[in-house]
């Protein structure tokens, strides 16, 4: 017990006194790309770290609630998968993915009267991958793409790695404010700036919870068409309305201007990792060629069982029940809002994950977050969904995976929470500033 | 032949830390089973007891940053149970952590320590928040920094250098806790000197410096390369032997034990200012402490094992 520890004398390479440099605790630092260093810790990500205890009520993550699934039919739908077509799931794929699964595709996104060829359709590691290999194809550093105000902070990652320029246009409970959009690219025309994409989340946007309004939709595609700007419809929650039928896409109007991105991680499980891309054809090939690049081929073990739950289960259904789940803890969310957070507004989703919360005057969503942790709740500051930073005076709240319970009690403490910082900012009489812009969302495996 | 001794760890909690406290004890745990010793690692939750009561581990060793873990409370449980503990004890540990209360006990030693105003959120309202702040700002001038009483990382922590940001740095602070801690910001040279004792008495390690390009923030600790470290610091003969005996002396004065870290600036006329003391240092890949043990020459594994074997 008593062994002696001894120190060994100065560690190697220790600079005994005086010496002109001390270390860096990363040995690569000379080398990383210019990119890599905007990339930051964030004291913001570390405080999501409580939010997977039960304690806390999560309305921060993006997690769907899963529960639902048929898991007996799945597991045995996954062993069939292997005893049937083994030696294809566990092997290489074509680049563009499994032919079958996008003529099934197809047929998902017939009820958003989109009218595509099984060529036209490029299968992809989730819609995140998508929205990488769309902006590795068009966008060069210092290139402009034009986004929704706020807009998903997957997306804006996405951007920033490829050193975009995002410029943000307004939206209102209708979606993108088309008369905004012909501003802002009259403007950088002027400014003699390169736009190559218009990012838009038309169905139950995340984080704002609204949608473009079917009257707006031509509209928007004219002003880009006059641009001469791509539109990149991320449509991943266009199924999961809450009233009356799909909204059709932006796509079903124009096969030429907009890339269409769908997603099977919010109508069916993220887990697989399968989402797609419709281009057009000369665009199709180099997405091809880059996601090769990337990937060499999207899993065929996802794929095949994918394709093999379209088959053979009924995945209407599976998203209807995703649907009424949801409206019921849309609706949770906003009885409780009313209820409890009196000065506050907020979006009215009809479908999708998401509300999007104004606070009151002069309070800051990211500065109140450790208070909201304390008291047990976690929401996402609203300044994750800015390219600037900006935006700390809404916060986004997920309903999508607690129970309708747990939101009101959730909610009930954010009233709490918003209720003492008010308290404390008019005390001080200080407003919200600004924030240097961070990586500041949860990570993909919170709730 | 003896059995190697079994290592509770406790990481994680319900904190604002807990990230970098889960970081910090998997290193530990990870280091302690290379030395060759039986290791669990446990979250601060309702399994907590039953599998301290169930394992009667030979040490408990808590890695826990924030509240319930560097206050004493969790020490004070794995006691309770009768179990060893690898640090300080619960009574000392609430002193040490509370940064006010430190600082008013070792300024009554003689260790020096930056002016400094505790300011509860309550008192704002009672006095009015502009004659207090301007109070402070008459008596301690600026710049200052604000900082929750009782935190780490520095987490809810401001640099102010004129008034008007002072209202903001307030809000930022309570939102992490009900009391605010503003003290006068002093110059010099950032070091933090770890203490470790390994049955034959409290030892310094070489104090680490730290120049960072901006606040040693959140960023500044937790982005490996953002700071630049010189472990040992560059000091003089006298300025290391001052820097350690002020850490020494924390150490003695508070009653700690087995291991602490005190953060403290090297003013450049040698006077050397108490910031802050950590029962539960960060142990994480760009932490403090296993940086100074690494100059001294230790393998952290060794050290480790020395420290929980001293323990039992
Ligand atoms: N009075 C002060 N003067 C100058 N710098 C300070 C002062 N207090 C804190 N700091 C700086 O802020 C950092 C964090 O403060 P500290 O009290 O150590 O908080 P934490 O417990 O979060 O580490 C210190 O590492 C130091 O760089
Ligand atoms: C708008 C939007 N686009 C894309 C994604 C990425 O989804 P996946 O890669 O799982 O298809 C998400 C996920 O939250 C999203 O909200
Ligand atoms: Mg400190």
Redesign the interface.
Known sequence: ???Q?V?????AG??????A??????RW?GSYAQRTHG?????IR??F??AN?P??VSLAGGMPFLDGLPLDTLSELAARVVTERGLQALQYGSGQGDERLREQILEVMRLQAIDAHPDDVVVTTGSQQALDLVTRVFVDPGDVVVAEAPSYVGALGVFRAYEAEVVHVPLDEHGLVPEALDETLTALAAAGRRVKLIYTIPNFHNPAGVSLSLERRPRVLEIAARHGVLVVEDDPYGLLGFEGEPRPAMRSLDDEGVLYLGSFSKTFAPGYRVGWVVAPHAVREKLVLASESAILCPSSASQIAISTYLATCDWRGQVKSYREMYRERRDATLDALAEHLPDSTWTVPDGGFYTWVRLPDGL?AK?????A??A?VAYVPGTAFYFDGSGADHLRLSFCYPTPERIREGVRRLGAVVAA?RE??E?????S?PHAD?VESPGPDLV | MTTSPRVAVLAGGLTHERDVSLRSGRRVAEALRTSGLEVSVHDIDADLIPALVALRPDVVWPIVHGPTGEDGAVSHVVELLGLRLVGSGPHEARVAWNKPVAKAVLERAGVHTPAYATLPHTLFRELGATSVLDAIVARLGLPLVVKPSRGGSALGVSWVTTADELPRAMVECFAYGDIALVERAVTGTEVAVSVVDLGDGPLALPAVEIVTDGPYDYDARYNAGRTEYFAPARLTPDEAAAVAGVALRVHHELGLSRLSRSDLILRPDGVVEFIEVNVAPGMTETSLLPQAAEAAGYELPALYRALVEASL
């Open positions: 017990m008593s062994e520890i120190p060994h004398g100065p560690a220790t600079p005994s006194s005086g010496a440099a001390g270390t860096r605790l990363d630092l990339m930051r810790a964030s004291e570390a405080l770290a409580v205890r304690e806390v800051d500065d109140m977050l450790p208070r942790v304390t047990r910082e404390l900012v005390l001080f009489g200080a407003g500033g961070r």
